[in-house]
């Protein structure tokens, strides 16, 4: 199964990065994809996008560089966004069922 993540900043990265660890170590098969910053691209690999250099903080900053997000995901493959909410219901059962 395929877990999309999107990361504007440092401490999303940190946070993405640990909850990208605890999903992993409850469903070892799940593919990471999407964007964030170096600790999350390490644990997902190749089809991780890195955001460092375009870390935004609060509104102003999402939207001074909304032309570049926007352009950024409509690049990303067809359907990764499309029904993300059923995905993302799909792993909390999962998890669910993985869990103590």
């Known amino acids: 199964m395929k877990v999309y993540f999107v990361a504007g900043e440092a401490s999303g990265d940190a946070r993405g ?3 990208m660890t605890a999903l992993h170590q409850l469903a070892p098969d799940l593919q990471f994809l999407g964007a964030g910053g170096p600790r999350m691209r390490e ?3 190749g089809e991780f996008l ?3 250099d375009e870390a935004v903080v ?7 560089k909304y032309g570049y997000f926007k352009a950024q995901f409509d690049r990303t493959p067809e359907g990764e966004f499309a029904g993300r909410s ?4 799909m792993v ?3 998890i669910a069922k ?3």
């Open 17 to 19: 990065a640990e909850l």
């Open 58 to 64: 609060g509104l102003w900053d999402v939207l001074r």
């Open 43 to 45: 644990l997902a690999g």
């Open 86 to 89: 059923q995905r993302s219901g």
């Open 98 to 100: 993985a869990g103590p």
């Open 92 to 94: 909390s059962k999962s």
């Open 50 to 52: 890195d955001w460092a």
